[in-house]
């Protein structure tokens, strides 16, 4: 450890504790035995309110990751690809949307293999398939605690953990089952790891760290690899082995980094390409175009179903890509509290650490954690891809770890020397200033509690300067003690509003987000944001799926969500409700483990009235479905994944999403639906919306437009009047309305056998 007095390094030592005391040596007389010299307490031997501040701040954020967790909307697309893995361990191992394994979905499967087990241990519900995600959540904050500690000592761990615990977008991601929290475990214990190797010199802990980011890249593939660089060159820089043997060490874990990223991509290569499923999200159904394109670089230059593609559009979720994006009126809310205070932190400790010899663990540790800051940031703030808000949780062990460790370094050189006197208040006094400006933003929410920020803080940094020196340490300490409650006031009233519903809301279940709307570029958190409405696996409350997609409203073009035209979504389709065949969204039933009324183990039926609108269907119609299914593998054939995640669930049989969650996969060809009807293996398929006439969710492609016309040549329309008790008679003007119209602009399912194939 070196400070502003001392800039050679010294023995890490608690400042939790008072310093032991110099006693005068023992006076030998003579015959008797040489006095014994006192020793300290050892420097890792932790203060009595240690543990117990760091349980509490676990049991903290296991209120805030679970209560309420069965009313909250979770993402149907990857709830469908878990039950498909509970009924089959082909879709369990390929991360299969559909048990048939016609397509997979749009990520690699280890999040899903989690959930996945879990599902088929407890049973396929919300519980059951979040607990293994909420208890990686609480490993991320005791991890960073561990880390933290080593370096920089008690205090500063448990200030990083509380941030960490309490930064909205992870409290919001961290209640959904998109594998962001699974990543961030993995990339934090990666981190974690390597600083021990750089600390101990031994090879053991490297390989775990590549173990852990390859495991990483499995979970959501190049977004698992963005600390990569700031990490190996930590280890190159700073380890205690000599150069030879650290280069040695390094090419060691990069074969353990590719085997346990690569291993799952090699796996499905070598299965024949009509063994296998279509894997989503790609253009020629491999995962090494998944991981390149999709996955890849399309994230951060667009394009490759990602949308964007330049100019500074982004994704359309989180607002315009550049610099300044993590203070934009989406992000900032979500993620931007403390960035200020962790950039100072990391600058103050850096200088700090003076002439460190290159081993020197703390300068380490700063490198490290804000490299990881830095590169996030960096590629989320210039993505012209997809950028959805919770992407960002990843920065926040990052800003943990520096306001802990660095904030700890400054208020070291805060009481040892004049010249860094100004430095921690003034950082203190722009977190606050920041956050006024945050919760001004979200006009008439909480509006008592910008002032109340401002005060507090205003009385702790004049406690700082007046017991700033002499013998006033706990007054000292109540003056560290408001700035944090101060620092932590708007970020932690945030996270409380998804928990408790107090932000209309506060998250769906494709787009979550915390706290209250303050953003028309993306989504944010309550009426007007995405976090409006209980999307993708919907709640025991029973509103419809597609106000996922309606709470963004209408924005550039009038495409629900707010997601300009042509612009893609991610890892659900978010905006299905505008683009599935029919323009409706389906209505959502039981959240899972609730009382199923539609046959199916997710709850009731989708849709309403009959016939499908967006893939949602009535419980008569798929009782007619299953009832006439005879025999064959998959139920249905849908245009898009999210219509057929939504049946999945309503139904628990296969359904077949043709062309993906954006309609750019080319999964279903000519030839393949006449294989499957010829086969037996499907008889219904969907069609209607803009699909007639070769367009819909396709996008107007040749194996789109040749599905489309077969189907309404050689199929049967299926009648409401064929599955539906209720449907009333109407006048033969209408009826013959109703028929014109039925192929073109209403969404229709058709029957079709293996005689119509020729």
Wanted: glycine share 16%; charged share 10%; aromatic share 8%.
């Amino acid at each position: 450890m070196t400070s502003a007095t001392d800039p050679l390094p010294h023995p890490p030592a608690s400042t939790d504790r008072p310093r032991p005391t110099a006693t005068p040596a023992p006076t030998a007389t003579p015959g008797s035995a040489p006095p014994s010299t006192p020793t300290a307490p050892p420097p890792d031997k932790a203060p009595r309110w240690s543990l117990p501040a760091l349980l509490a701040i676990l049991v903290l954020a296991a209120v805030l990751y679970g209560w309420n967790l069965s009313g909250s909307g979770l993402n149907s697309f990857y709830s469908a690809a878990v039950l498909s893995g509970t009924q089959s361990w082909k879709a369990w191992f390929f991360g299969s949307l559909d048990a048939g394994n016609f397509l997979t979905v749009d990520k690699p499967p280890f999040a899903l293999m989690v959930m996945g087990l879990s599902c088929r241990v407890f049973g396929f519900g919300t519980w059951q398939m979040m607990l293994p995600l909420i208890l990686t959540a609480l490993g991320t904050i005791w991890i960073l605690h561990s880390s933290v500690k080593r370096v920089w000592g008690h205090g500063a761990a448990a200030v990083a953990a509380l941030v960490l615990a309490l930064t909205p977008i992870t409290v919001a991601i961290n209640r959904d089952n998109n594998p962001d929290t699974l990543l961030v475990f993995l990339m934090v214990g990666g981190a974690a790891l390597a600083l021990r190797a750089v600390h101990n010199g031994r090879l053991l802990p490297l390989l775990g760290s590549a173990a852990c980011f390859g495991l990483a890249f499995n979970t959501k593939m190049l977004q698992g690899y963005i600390a990569l660089p700031a990490v190996f060159a930590v280890y190159l820089y700073a380890a205690k082995p000599r150069l030879v043997k650290r280069l040695v060490n390094l090419a060691a874990a990069a074969v353990v980094l590719a085997v346990s990223s690569f291993w799952w991509a090699a796996a499905v290569s070598l299965v024949p390409a009509d063994e296998r499923p279509y894997i989503g999200g790609s253009t020629d159904g491999t995962a090494w175009n998944l991981i390149m394109g999709y996955n890849g670089l399309g994230r951060v230059l667009g394009g490759e179903g990602n949308g964007g593609g330049g100019g500074g559009g982004g994704g359309g979720f989180s607002g315009t890509a550049g610099i300044g994006r993590m203070f934009n009126d989406t992000l900032g809310g979500q993620i931007s509290w403390l960035i200020p205070f962790a950039a100072v932190a990391l600058v103050g400790g850096l200088v700090l650490c003076g002439r460190a010899p290159r081993t020197d663990l703390t300068r380490a540790a700063l490198v490290m954690w804000g490299g990881w800051t830095a590169l996030h940031y960096l590629t989320f703030a210039m993505a012209e891809g997809t950028m959805h808000p919770y992407y960002t949780t990843a920065l926040a062990p990052g800003i943990a770890a520096l306001c802990g460790g660095g904030g700890l370094m400054l208020l070291r050189a805060f009481r040892a020397d004049r010249r860094w006197a100004c430095v921690l208040p003034l950082a203190l006094a722009v977190t606050a200033g920041w956050a006024i400006v945050l919760l001004r933003r979200a006009s008439g929410w909480n509006t008592w509690l910008w002032p109340a920020v401002g005060v507090v803080m205003a009385l702790a940094i004049t406690g700082l300067f007046v017991f700033r020196s002499g013998n006033r340490a706990r007054l000292l300490a109540a003056s560290v003690a408001a700035a944090v409650v101060a620092s932590v006031a708007g970020p932690a009233a945030y996270a409380w509003s998804v928990p408790s519903g107090s932000a209309a809301g506060a998250m769906s279940g494709t787009n979550p987000t915390a706290g209250p709307t303050t953003g028309s570029g993306g989504f944010g958190g309550g009426p007007g944001g995405g976090g409006g409405g209980r999307g993708g696996f919907p709640g025991t409350g029973g509103e419809q799926a597609g106000q996922d997609a309606q709470a963004g409203g209408q924005a550039d073009g009038g495409q629900p969500g707010g997601t300009p035209p042509g612009a893609a979504t991610d890892d659900a389709a978010t905006d299905d409700a505008a683009t599935a065949p029919g323009g409706t969204a389906p209505e959502s039933g039981t959240a899972p483990g609730g009382t199923a009324t539609g046959g199916g183990p997710g709850g009731a039926a989708m849709g309403g009235g009959g016939g499908m609108g967006g893939g949602g269907a009535s419980t008569e119609l798929l009782s007619y479905l299953k009832k006439n299914q005879d025999g064959a593998k998959w139920l249905l054939a849908v245009s898009s994944s999210q219509s057929a995640a939504q049946l999945i669930l309503s139904s628990g049989e296969p359904v077949i999403s043709m062309w993906g969650w954006s309609g750019s996969d080319n999964a279903m060809t000519l030839a393949r639906l006449k294989e499957l009807v010829k086969n037996g293996e499907l008889h219904y398929i969907q069609l209607g919306g803009g699909m007639g006439g070769g367009g819909g969710m396709g996008g107007g492609s040749t194996a789109t437009s040749e599905v489309t016309e077969w189907v309404q040549k050689n199929g049967t329309a299926v009648k409401e009047s064929d599955y539906s008790t209720s449907s009333s008679t109407t006048s033969d003007s209408a009826s013959t309305s109703t028929s014109t119209s039925t192929s073109t602009s209403e969404s229709t399912v058709y029957r079709l056998d293996a005689s119509e194939v020729t």
